[in-house]
């Protein structure tokens, strides 16, 4: 777009309009595998902004495409033209009214938000896909999304009672049950009834193509019911009422185990005979990988496939006794009711997690959406899986399945050959969609088809059909303005597919990337989840705090994620603008390592691209200052009250920060009297065989909280074990890597390597005080040093201090009852070493505690960085500071982070504690 069209768009609305190479890189692609840059993305904030951006599309020749969460995986949230964001301000719930059982929402609205504030009267909104705590309403619409509770609730098409919408001329319509308020679409029903009732809507997941079979009378002659599921090509909607449920008073969970799930699928009509409000299926494969990838699960029954299946009812006599019933007339190899709510949660998080999981197959190999969400009749289910697993098999190819058994849709992301063999993926999709058709089948279950199967309707439908569909669009939109080329006169399936015909990226003495082979396969492991971008209410996680902060898509990770992939592919440079807006609010705090189902790694891929930034030329001050901090510190520590006094001025103290490139609202930590290492030095350490456990003294323990590490010796000395420290200063490269000096980092690691290698060898662990030099050593060692083999085995020898007390067969946490604790898990901690063993202890001590999710909001380096306070605090406000302004007085603040002590004493002046402090004392 030229400047002067965007001015004039700038100049027509309230919103924004936003044309710069690293947003339309964010908005290049959905999760889905295509790839489209658009021209300019549009930030609405009132119904004339929707209204003045169509006209002006119009008047431009511009196509224009409405997106919301942008979980769309069949592509028909991206377009060439316009791309309108509903999302970032057009969120208002408008009304929930408990008597009438509807709500009124605007189409940028979270369903999880939805789901809290209808909660409140007892009610719900049905469908629940399991993207719904970053899913909106307008997309859901788009795609007439369902989840696992459809076969209870319906669809999304089946709780839409009136929607407000523009349709492509511009003008605004208002659309319920009267056909008549659409110029022609009565003649047009009329015209086309033979043919709608005979191909449309034989059984309820037939998603493919238009809904039309809402037109006719006996289904209510519903105009809205018809227009969900378009995928943005007959309007553009403002408004949308929708039906709300009542939630059952009672529910039970009972999981049937087959031995596959084909076999599953034979006994799904018994299973629907008892009246369940859901029925999901899951293969004991992709079990696995959610085991694999979170730890254990709880317990599941006998089988290699099995069913989750949920009762609700008024009373929890009336759900166990249909819940008993079914086990008696399942089919099943074995069975188990489960009753408490919490471990529900639980197994029901196994399918959640598994649709972003599902994203690799078993052997490691990145699969794709494109064939994700067929759908038969459920009396061929059982069939129809086993000759799909036969088409797979012939076809060589590999995924994990699940879904909504239910109904007859399942869920499968394929190792699809689209980078290399692109005439092998249309063969497959070419070949799934004529089996599905001979089932009497949809492409399509729920997601829609978009860019990935309009074109294989003509393999579904005949041509009759396809030009009732062709009709039908013109409508509403005759000039073909709204989401063109899906649907309707489509383009190809293996056009514009992300990631076809991308090259390796060379190493530039970086990152090792194991897994991947190389930082361009390992960005495109981001396929376009969201989960970065759920809703921090229903998020239960750490990821991602900026987009938190700032509900905006340069500061997901997926958006960071998406412009690093227009770097891999060449079209921006590594030391673009682009790239260094996109990770400027990354906080390094290593989340999505952990959270994300695909495994984005992006505080990793953030190291790598500042480091092939500024390879061989000069770094910003703060790199110098903050990157190398373990150097300044080490000499401070011999000088510390004189260090303390010259940060103790404040005029002179504020213009050395802004001179070195930090924010000078930050108050200077204080150095120690006396380092660790110093008082250590003058201690007599006897001599033994035994090598004893080596305490990793970190810098900031070291200069700052040396007392931390005195806990840490009497408490491991305490249990017979000898205590030794590195004999030199040696150090993890943490601040090396979070500012990209990956050079330094290395030469760091090295010396380490050397110093602890010995001790290693002769089977000694290493303990970790300070969460985030222990995660450097557990996770960015071996991958900064995979020509020494001894960074694997130094690796694997480290541990947290609760992993080590875990370990010892004969220690017993000190008794705390009556102790009320708050706990700020460090980030890096929750992302590579996990909370568990924590948790297992303070449970032990029978103190009551609170646990804190999500960052501290000081990351490091991140929050002391000039133009980064106002976003700091703000991630603070998403957690942490909340929870210490509801801490009783006699409340223990526990952290052992050394930046979430120091963000909770400059923020709200609370002192926190170390773990190895709260057990050795009070």
Known sequence: MTDSLERALRGRIAGEVDAAPRRLAEYSSDASNYRVPPTAVVFPRTDADVAATLAFARAEGLPLTARGGGTSVAGNAIGSG???????????????????????????????????????????????????????????????????????????????????????????????????????????????????????????????????????????????????????????????????????????????????????????????????????????????????????????????????????????????????????????????????????????????????????TPDGNPAWPGWEDAAVPPEHLGAYLRDFQSLMREHNLDGLLYGHIGDGCIHVRLDLPIADAPQRFRSFLEDAADQVVRYGGSLSGEHGDGRARSELLSRMYSPEALAAFADFKALFDPEEVLNPGVLVRPQPVDTDLRVAGLRPIPAADGFAF??????????????????????????????????????????????????????????????????????????????????????????????????????????????????????????????????????????????????????????????????????????????????????????????????IATAAVELIESLGHRVRIPDRRVCCGLTWISTGQLDGARKRLRATVEALADHVRAGGVVVGLEPSCTAALRDDLPRLLPEDDRSTRVAGAVRTLAEFLTEQPDWQPPDRSGWTVLVQPHCHQHAVMGFAADRRILEKTGATVTEIAGCCGLAGNFGMQRGHYDISVAVAENGLLPALRAAGPDTVFLADGFSCRTQADQLAGYTGRHLAQFLLGP
């Open 82 to 360: 316009l791309v309108l964001d509903f999302s970032r301000h057009m969120n208002a719930i408008l009304e929930v009214d408990p008597t009438r059982h509807v709500a009124r929402v605007q189409p940028g609205v979270v369903l999880a938000g939805l789901q809290r504030r209808a909660g409140a009267h007892g009610l719900r909104f049905g469908p629940d896909p399991s993207t719904q705590n970053r899913c909106t309403l307008g997309g859901m619409i788009g795609n007439n999304a369902c989840g696992p509770h459809a076969v209870a609730w319906g669809r999304t098409a089946d709780t839409v009672r009136e929607l407000r919408m523009l349709d492509g001329t511009g003008a605004e319509r208002r659309l319920a049950d009267s056909l008549s308020v659409v110029p022609g679409l009565a003649e047009f029903t009329r015209a086309n009834l033979a043919l709608i009732r005979t191909e449309l809507g034989r059984f309820d997941r037939q998603a493919s193509g238009y809904s039309l079979e809402h037109l006719v009378p006996e289904r209510g002659s519903s105009i809205a019911k018809a227009l969900v599921g378009t995928e943005g090509t007959c309007g553009l909607l403002l408004e949308a009422t929708v039906e709300l449920v009542p939630v059952p008073t009672a529910t039970v969970l009972v999981i049937l185990g087959y031995p596959d799930m084909p076999t599953a699928a034979d006994d799904i009509a018994a299973v629907m005979a008892g009246g369940p409000i859901a029925v999901e299926g899951m293969d004991a494969r992709l079990v696995d990988v959610v085991r694999a990838h979170r730890g254990a699960v709880p317990e599941l029954p006998r089988g290699g496939g099995w069913l989750f299946v949920e009762f609700g009812g008024d009373s929890p006599g009336q759900v166990l006794e249909s819940a008993q019933a079914l086990c008696c007339t399942a089919g099943a190899l074995d069975s188990r009711i489960v009753t408490n709510t919490s471990e529900a949660q639980a197994l029901w998080r196994i399918r959640a997690d598994g649709a972003g999981l599902s994203g690799r």
């Open 514 to 707: 194991p897994a991947d082979g190389d930082i361009g396969t390992a960005v495109h492991r981001c396929v376009g989840v969201g989960k970065c971008r759920a809703d921090s209410s229903a998020a239960g996680g750490f990821m991602c705090p900026s987009y938190l902060a700032t509900a905006d898509e340069k500061d997901s990770t997926r958006g960071r994620a998406r412009v690093l992939q227009e770097v891999v592919r060449g079209a921006l440079d590594w030391r673009s603008d682009a790239v260094a807006e996109s990770l400027d609010l990354c906080l390094s705090c290593k989340a999505c390592h952990s959270d994300c189902p695909a495994g984005v790694d992006m505080a990793t891929y953030k190291a790598e691209a500042l480091h092939r930034r500024y390879r061989g030329r000069l770094r910003p001050l703060d790199h110098y200052v903050l990157g190398r901090l373990p150097q300044w510190l080490a000499a401070a520590t011999r000088l510390p009250r004189a260090a303390n006094a010259i940060a103790g001025l404040g005029p002179l103290r504020r213009i050395g920060l802004r001179a070195s490139g930090s924010d000078p609202r930050r108050p200077i930590p204080t150095l120690a009297d006396r380092s660790f290492r110093r008082g250590w030095s003058q201690r007599s350490t006897p001599t033994t065989a035994d090598p004893g456990v080596l305490l990793w003294i970190d810098t900031f323990t070291d200069a700052f909280d040396p007392e």
